[in-house]
């Protein structure tokens, strides 16, 4: 009787513990993405960045520099890609004309690549005696890869081109045109905060 009665209670104890192990780590998880949508709001394109930086959720935890550094790395991926992309479809037959601005637009995603690394090199290096001036270079190379990628789009948007590879190329450069923006609201989000 007594055997089996400190049997339970240890089951008990046991079990106890890891339900509360598992309403905490629910709890965390929650808060990790009721951060990320909460500075999601500070961006140009909430639900876009939510849908880009939730699942990252666990790595940003509630740090607003993580979060910049997440949105950062998340528009390199997506501008390598569609640099890729380009760069497959300018080996395709163009028009001249298509050719031409093709070849201008992975020449413009080419510097905002390198943009972009800069910026993740100086957010990985940043700190309190670097700071003003790290924090001014992301903003403005950030800014400059925004730029480049309006270039890239105005190409594009002229009557000429065809329509399918105007309307493909067009879609990809807008999104890596509204992450950097975000990236960029976030970079200025987390300065304002910093003082
Ligand atoms: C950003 O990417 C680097 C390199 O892949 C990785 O080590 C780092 O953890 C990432 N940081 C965030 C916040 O996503």
Not at 123 to 152: F, G, I, K
């Amino acid at each position: 009787m007594g055997e089996t009665y400190r049997f339970n209670r240890h089951h008990f104890l046991t079990s106890l513990l890891i339900i509360t192990a598992m309403l905490k780590s629910v709890h965390t998880i929650t808060t990790n993405t009721e951060f990320v949508k909460s500075s999601c709001t500070f961006t140009t394109y909430p639900r876009l960045c939510f849908t880009s930086l939730s699942t990252q959720a666990s790595l940003i935890q509630t740090s607003p520099k993580l979060m910049a550094h997440a949105a950062l790395n998340i528009t390199l991926a997506s501008a390598k890609a569609t640099s890729a992309m380009m760069v497959r479809l300018s080996s395709s037959r163009l028009k001249p004309r298509e050719a031409a601005a093709m070849r201008d637009c992975v020449e413009e995603l080419a510097d905002t690549l390198d943009e972009l690394r800069k910026s993740i090199g100086e957010m990985c290096r940043l700190s309190s005696s670097n700071y003003e001036v790290y924090m001014s270079d992301m903003q403005t190379w950030v800014s400059a890869a925004l730029t480049d990628e309006n270039t890239c789009t105005e190409g594009f948007d002229r009557d000429e081109m065809n329509g399918k590879t105007k309307v493909l190329v067009r879609g990809k450069i807008l999104v890596v045109a509204h992450l950097t923006s975000n990236a960029l609201a976030l970079i200025n989000h987390f300065a304002s905060i910093h003082g």
